[in-house]
């Protein structure tokens, strides 16, 4: 079947640059156009692997009528972090692969699957994000002043679980080197552990190595971290660094390391922290992190793979 | 922007039918964008082609080939552009195309999927014999293994239901097994055995139960599943939140589960297939 849209058109379509009245019509050929699914495919899978820049990176300055302003917060976050902390995780893995000492915690090279970069820039938004579904985030950015975090056990928790889960992205970050990174996401536990009481002092830390990214060699950040997360080790900053772990080692088809990862992942924790925080999708990850490697997949395997279970 | 339909170029793109393209806000020449965008060319150029699995001689082949193109007529494509998107995304798109245009010239309208040629010769063959030219699955594994390749039953299977779904569906209904075989070339094999009359019946289903749904619920697993974007990429593309869209494929599945339950094909016999 010939193409329905224009190239313009479609390109304008994938950077949310139409009117609701042309979304839907656009969507609507998509729906019959084979053509026109495949060349779209193609356009967002080629932008996903350009590492070099975000894919989208005009639209923030455009009409996106199809998002939320949740939406678009989340949109943002992907686009700053995924293709850096993709860049740093692929060359986390070869950095990892050549360090002749390393925590047991940062060996994200111990299987033989192929890395796949657009897998990576995938997983690395979805443990940074996702990780804090909605019901989870709204309950923590809900709360706003140390105080109340630190009056709020749920809070609390959901400090450390994505203290946890932006921990995994600095170590990659760290395993690069790229300094830049690595002064964000240190920022950004930062931010996280200061809103706690009792851990300003191990915030301050993080302030620290985020301040000397530059000049911190690979091998120290690594201990840096090491002695960070000794103090951190708590249920819900395991929680999240296991998970984020699992997650981004199934991704890349690191099965042995995410059946690792996932195995240390503390259910009764998991458990208690859906709970707290009235949000159950958490399960689904650990669901999915440990199904057979088989049914990760893709394509029609996929699909018959789950409708058949 | 104009919402009309449009044409397809005898080579290459599709144009708008209202008027023509108009010219860029300033005015270059079709080299000078080529060369301000070529490293952003080349690198979509790279990553559409491994996408695609094209081997390193047919990626080169078609780089010049896209070249040609995007310069021809003083760089027409290129000169089209009018700021609509972002430059990146209007390039990822003419690309694409134009890459869809290659493999159409070099393959014909029918060509192994890109999953087909990752998975290399035996799978591509598989897949022609099966997709293209209507035989069984199992006489077809026979031929290959005539030719010299070491291919199981079971290993054809997966193979198939790991590439895109290129099912062309009947006239009739599902259950209409013994129709299969009209479907074959006369010379091709004679009986279609058990377990691909199941196969045909369940991809039927699927797309039967695929008309009952929404436009867009349609058009998410049709990029997850038959286009094998991630559910990431999905979300992305159609610029819908990523989050729920995990719940809502997970609820669109389960709309087809029951529909294939209905008609009598049960959850572990699909997954039967897969073991």
């Known amino acids: 079947m010939d193409r329905l849209i224009s190239d313009e058109r479609l390109a304008a379509f994938l950077d949310g640059c139409l009117d609701e ?35 989208y990176a005009d639209q923030e300055r455009r009409p996106t009528v199809a998002q939320s302003p949740g939406t678009g917060r989340t949109s943002a976050r992907w686009r700053r972090w995924a293709a850096p902390v993709a860049a740093a995780a692929v060359a986390g893995l070869l950095w990892v692969g050549i360090a002749e000492s390393r925590g047991p915690w940062l060996r994200l090279a111990g299987s033989s699957g192929p890395a796949s970069l657009e897998r990576l820039g995938d997983a690395a938004s979805q443990a940074s994000d996702a990780f804090l ?14 105080g109340a975090i630190a009056s709020d056990p749920a809070a609390v928790a959901v400090g450390r679980f994505r203290a946890g889960v932006t ?25 996280l552990l200061r809103e706690m009481d009792g851990l300003g002092p191990l915030a301050g830390r993080f302030e620290i190595w985020g301040a000397n990214a530059g000049s911190l060699s690979p091998r120290e950040a690594t201990e840096l971290l090491r002695d960070t997360r000794e103090v951190l080790d708590g249920p819900f900053f395991r929680l999240g660094h296991d998970l984020a772990r699992g997650r981004i080692a199934a991704e890349l088809h690191e099965w042995g390391l995410a059946e690792e990862a996932m195995g240390a992942v503390d259910r009764d924790a998991l458990a208690e922290l859906g709970a ?13 992190l440990e199904r057979p490697r088989a049914e990760w997949e893709g394509g029609m395997a996929s699909l018959i793979r789950d409708l058949g279970t | 922007m104009s919402g009309s339909l449009h044409d397809r170029d005898q080579e290459s793109n599709v144009v708008e039918e209202a008027g023509a393209p108009a010219p860029h806000e300033e005015p270059s020449s079709g080299s000078a964008l080529y060369l301000e ?23 080169e082949d078609f780089s010049s080939w896209a070249k040609i193109r995007l310069l021809r007529n003083n760089g027409e494509i290129l000169r089209r552009f009018r700021g609509d998107s972002s430059w990146r995304t209007y390039l990822g798109v003419v690309l694409a195309n134009l890459l869809r245009d290659y493999l159409d010239h070099r393959f014909g309208r029918w060509r192994p999927s890109a999953k ?44 198939l239901a790991s590439m895109p779904l290129r099912y062309r569906r009947r006239a009739v209904g599902p259950g209409a097994l013994s129709t299969l075989a009209g479907d074959r070339p006369a010379d091709g094999p004679l009986l279609a055995d058990e377990t691909q009359a199941r196969f045909v019946e369940v991809m039927e289903s699927i797309e039967e139960a695929m008309d009952d749904l929404a436009e867009e619920d349609q058009l998410i697993l049709r990029l997850r599943f038959w286009e094998d974007l991630t559910v990431a990429q999905v979300a992305r593309s159609l610029g819908i939140p990523q989050k729920p869209l995990y719940r809502r494929v997970n609820r669109l599945l389960d709309r087809l589960r029951e529909h294939l339950t209905d008609r009598g094909l049960a959850a572990e016999e699909l997954a039967r297939w897969i073991a």
């Open chain 2, 37 to 59: 965008h070529r490293d952003t060319i080349a690198s979509l150029e790279s990553r559409l082609a491994r996408r695609k699995g094209l081997s390193e001689v047919e990626s």
């Open chain 1, 167 to 191: 921990a995994v992205d600095l170590e990659l970050a760290s395993g690069l080197g790229l300094s830049g990174q690595v002064a964000d996401l240190a920022s950004g536990v930062a931010g």
């Open chain 1, 276 to 288: 707290m925080a009235g949000f159950d999708a958490l399960e689904r990850w650990v669901e999915l």
């Open chain 1, 133 to 146: 579904s909605e019901g989870l985030r709204y309950r923590f950015s809900g709360v706003t002043t140390r």
């Open chain 1, 21 to 55: 009245a042309e979304r839907s019509e656009v969507l609507g050929m998509l729906a019959r156009s084979e053509s026109d699914r495949e060349v779209l495919a193609d356009t967002v899978a080629a932008l996903d692997d350009v590492a070099d820049a975000p894919a």
């Open chain 2, 116 to 159: 087909a040629r990752r998975l290399g010769n035996a799978a591509v063959e598989l897949e022609t014999l099966v997709r293209r030219d209507g035989w069984g699955v199992r006489e077809a594994v026979r031929a290959l293994r005539n030719q010299g390749h070491d291919l199981s039953d079971s290993e054809a299977f997966r193979m």
